[in-house]
């Protein structure tokens, strides 16, 4: 079994990857294989609804970390998405990723586990955490949560270090998430049969 967590901040070890390693390590001590995915500093450019993806296998037109991704996602069973809090909402590199990866290649995460975390100095966390919710809501996957609202405080790593709360909060993801997907190991079910999607856009 594998989780992929993806760092969406700028900072390749700051608090947001702060906060991933300790959802890590509880999914490590369970024996479960981890990858921190960073999505770096260079520009990830936005969706434009062109619908290429539709007849290009699942991957995105802009070969670039977003079908890097896909390619890794369809081999995981569970995500972890992080980001940084910038002006009340997720980091606007981890906006483009999930917009172009759940459009692209949307079905290689149905039927699994994802959890979501926000990193911030002292506000914006929660609007933050339910944006990122947004994507595993709207694509049948099991969401994972903790002991308190996904977040913690710290306007760097050693800040976020202090945040002891935090911490545990992360701590209990892990936890939740190594059971969530043993127990879908141990029952062995083949995955919901879903219907044909009905698309109505409220003209008709
Ligand atoms: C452009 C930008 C906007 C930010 N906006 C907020 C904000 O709205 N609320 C907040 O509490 N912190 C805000 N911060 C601080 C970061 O959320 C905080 O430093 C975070 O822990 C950094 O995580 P990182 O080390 O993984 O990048 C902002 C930082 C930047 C760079």
Known sequence: MKVL????GPHKNGATNL???????????????????????????????CNKCRSNNNRCFVDDKVNEFIYKAENSDGFVFGTP??????????????DRVFYAGGKYFTGKAC??????????????????NKYPLINNMFVVGSSYWNQIHGNNREEATQDLE????MRNIGKNMAYILKCKEKANLPKPIYEDKIKTNFIR
Request: glycine share 12%; with cysteine.
């Open 5 to 8: 967590l993806v760092n969406g």
């Open 19 to 49: 906060a991933l390693e300790e959802v890590e390590k509880e999914l490590k001590k369970e024996g479960i294989e981890t990858e921190i995915f960073w999505l770096g500093v260079e520009p990830i450019r936005g969706c434009i609804g």
């Open 85 to 98: 809090v910038h002006f009340a909402s997720a980091s606007g590199a981890i906006t483009s990723f999930l």
């Open 115 to 132: 959890s979501c975390i926000a990193s911030c100095r002292r506000g914006g966390a929660s609007a933050t955490f339910d944006q990122l």
């Open 166 to 169: 935090g911490l545990q909060t």
